[in-house]
């Protein structure tokens, strides 16, 4: 897949190489077409959750496209982060940071139908978890012991578990359509169901740039269905300014025990998967195990870059795993490819017509983009869990939490009688369950007798054994 016109085998190995600019510039800008979709949609989702998004004709919808317009800007920020370094911080390796979808599901209960305002409870809790992040770099090698493919493939599946509804509902003609003729209708989901139909005709069919960005492509295509039929409304676009810079504490402050606790424990696991990242560049990229110097630069970076982006409105930023698979594919390990990447990125935050544009997109179309998406995030955590051995212990361990974290998810309403700060961490389905898995992980003998989990199974006791040994 490499260009010899790039430079030499040993050249594209190094960091530190830039190729000529020629190439360089769409290489870095193939980066941001890679994590585009996935790096917007949070703050779409987010802001809907809230009630000033899709569908709700609320007063405050601009404060979406700003919260859209900070989410590409920081993006770039903490890229340049990561590729530049600032001292010990950054791992100055090709690292495409963006916002994090891990967060969703601790972030929606704390903003649930309570508006704009209670967005400031958010920006808290990010600054916070931002810095406990940073912090975590000073001994990330010390805590990977507890966070096993058990437990890390267990909360990226229930992060994709608590979001796929999401996807759907979308799809359908969003929550605001809800009980009205509109929601469901087959034009919604003609809009969503071309969105899919076109992605996975990429991703099987197509090579290179076009199936990476499968997923943008698809939203092209039902954005371009859409306006076709008269769906598509540009009105913000004419009225959103050419350019704007950051707004420092535009949603203002506010520090919730429940945020500042929920953003602390995702720090745990989205450190983890930085770690995870930052090896997966190195080996695919370089053909060598990354060093400690560049897994606590990036983990830093992680933290730092979250911590500002708190500041100014956008979300957590963490490494993008779908743009180390684009340097294995092209070969290409320069970090300052992925710079360029980054400019690119923070010239789209300035220009606020982008983010209305961006939320021009009817919710229909969006909605199967994050079908995809969110199915994806499920399919790479049972990939993870593939690495587990599924031996009887671990079989429980998996059981107890994901029934108790997915059930907590599925009926909020049994938790009624906790105080609010336990209710909404509780509620979220992925903190009980990873709190759950890390705990039982740890303290339960390595195995169990054969007979142990035959009387609840059903007959379905497993038998399957992964690539890894033990937890």
Not at 300 to 308: E, I, K, M, Q, S
Request: proline share 5%; net charge neutral; charged share 10%.
């Amino acid at each position: 897949m490499t260009d010899s016109t790039l430079g030499t085998a040993e050249q594209l190995r190094d960091p530190d190489y830039t190729p000529p600019l020629a190439k360089s510039v769409p290489l870095g800008i193939q980066h941001v077409l890679a994590m585009f979709v996935s790096n917007v949609t949070p703050a779409i989702i987010v802001c809907g959750a809230a009630g000033f998004g899709f569908g709700s004709n609320s007063p405050d919808f601009p404060q979406m496209i700003y919260m859209i317009q900070m989410s590409m800007f920081f993006a770039g920020i903490a890229t340049l982060i990561q590729t530049i370094g600032l001292g010990p911080v950054g791992a100055k390796l090709p690292i495409v940071q963006g916002t994090s979808f891990a967060f969703i599901p601790i972030m929606i209960p704390l903003v649930a139908g309570k508006g704009v305002d209670a967005i400031a409870v958010l920006m808290g809790g990010i600054l916070v978890g931002g810095l406990f992040h940073a912090v975590l770099g000073l001994f990330i090698g010390k805590i990977r012991f507890a966070l096993p493919p058990l437990v890390t493939g267990l909360v990226v599946t229930m992060i994709g578990l608590a979001l796929v509804k999401v996807g759907i509902q979308y799809a359908a003609g969003g929550v605001p359509a809800i009980g009205t003729e509109e929601y469901g209708s087959g034009i919604n989901w003609l809009m969503a169901g071309t969105v899919i139909i076109v992605t996975l005709g990429l991703k099987f069919f197509a090579r290179g740039m076009l199936s990476v960005s499968a997923v943008l492509v698809g939203l092209l295509a039902g954005y371009a269905l859409a306006f076709a039929l008269g769906q598509v409304n540009l009105g913000n676009v004419g009225r959103a300014a050419s350019f704007a810079l950051p707004n420092p504490l535009h949603f203002g402050l506010e520090f919730s025990v429940a945020a500042i606790i929920g953003f602390c424990l995702m720090s745990f696991v989205s450190a983890v998967e930085t770690v995870g990242d930052v090896s997966g560049i190195t080996k695919g990229g370089a053909g060598r195990e990354a060093t400690d110097r560049e897994i606590q630069g990036a983990t830093y970076a992680d933290g730092l870059g979250t911590a500002v982006s708190g500041l100014f409105g956008a979300l957590p930023n963490t490494s993008f795993s779908q743009n180390v698979g684009l340097i294995a594919m092209t070969g290409v390990m320069s970090r300052h490819v992925v710079s360029i990447g980054a400019v690119f990125l923070i010239l789209c935050g300035l220009v606020p017509k982008i983010g209305a544009i961006i939320s021009s997109i009817p919710i229909e179309v969006l909605g199967g983009g994050v079908i995809v998406m969110f199915g994806m995030v499920v399919a790479a955590g049972i990939s993870m869990l593939s690495d587990v051995n599924w031996n009887r212990r671990n079989m429980v361990i998996f059981a107890i939490a994901l029934s108790l974290g997915l059930g907590l998810q599925l009926e909020p309403g049994a938790l009624q009688y906790l105080p609010g700060t336990l209710k909404v961490l509780a509620t979220s389905g992925i903190l009980p369950a990873a709190v759950i898995a890390i705990v039982l992980n740890l303290v339960l003998p390595q195995e169990l007798a054969g007979e142990a989990t035959e009387e609840v199974s059903g007959g379905l006791a497993g038998r399957g054994t992964g690539s890894m040994a033990g937890e």
